[in-house]
Nanobody, 123 residues
Framework: QVQLVESGGGLVQAGGSLRLSCAAS????????MGWFRQAPGKEREFVAT????????SYADSVKGRFTISRDNAKNTMYLQMNSLKPEDTAVYYC????????????????WGKGTLVTVSS
């Protein structure tokens, strides 16, 4: 079992920045690929970014590429999402996710979820 707790959400103006954190505990976190997904009101949960077990490989949704940066610090069992140049359409609940060995972009295949943190971007 892996427990995931997100933090860092809040209200920010368009063009601003936020950094989300995800603290992981439980089984050996370095055995898990990790990622961020988001769900806006009335919409399905969607892929945002993933990071490999070592942090050496990342992938991003086209909608956030160039604005968001995912990273992880395995010594601290923590994953991050640095979000810059935020837009109102980035408003959503952001979820931390972990999956055995590698994280894919399909929400239905995710093994572990956090409870989410709300990000609101005002125009």
């Amino acid at each position: 079992q892996v427990q995931l707790v997100e933090s860092g959400g809040g209200l920010v103006q368009a063009g601003g920045s936020l950094r989300l954190s995800c603290a992981a505990s439980g089984r050996t976190v370095t055995n898990y690929g990790m990622g961020w997904f988001r769900q806006a009101p009335g919409k399905e949960r969607e892929f945002v970014a993933t990071v490999s077990r070592t942090g050496g490989s990342t992938s991003y949704a086209d909608s956030v590429k160039g604005r968001f940066t995912i990273s992880r610090d395995n010594a601290k069992n923590t994953m991050y999402l640095q979000m810059n140049s935020l837009k109102p359409e980035d408003t959503a609940v952001y979820y931390c996710a972990a999956d055995w060995m590698a994280m894919g972009p399909i929400p239905s295949s995710v093994l572990y979820w956090g409870k989410g943190t709300l990000v609101t971007v005002s125009s």
